[in-house]
């Protein structure tokens, strides 16, 4: 009696690892630009987190209304389309004291990309 139910049990054992699903492991190259785009994305936002970070742009920006907490929230659901010309706009901004054009240009497509896109 025992050895039929241990041979029952072994066989039903059997059946259902035979049943079951085995998965096998695949490996892809992947392009050298996808992984390219991936990183100059998170540069892209990072230049335009710094930005945001620096207390001239915080004052702009509170200047005209907009709290930086809230730039900063609303620049992680724009899409890396929106970040890479903001990013762009950013590094072409000539460098100084003095507030140029190119800065307020940046500044006013960074309040336009927050508000008033839809």
Known sequence: MKSITFKLLC????????????????????????VAAASAVQADRAVVLAALSRADVANQLQAQGLD??????RLATMTDQEV??????????????????GAIVVIGLLVWFLFYRK
């Open 11 to 34: 066989r039903f054992l059997i059946l259902a690892m035979l049943s079951l699903s085995f998965q096998t492991a695949s490996a892809g190259i992947i392009a050298t630009d996808t």
């Open 68 to 73: 930086p907490a809230v730039a900063q929230a």
């Open 84 to 101: 890479h010309t903001l990013a762009t706009g950013i590094t072409a901004a000539p460098a100084g004291a003095d507030i140029g054009l």
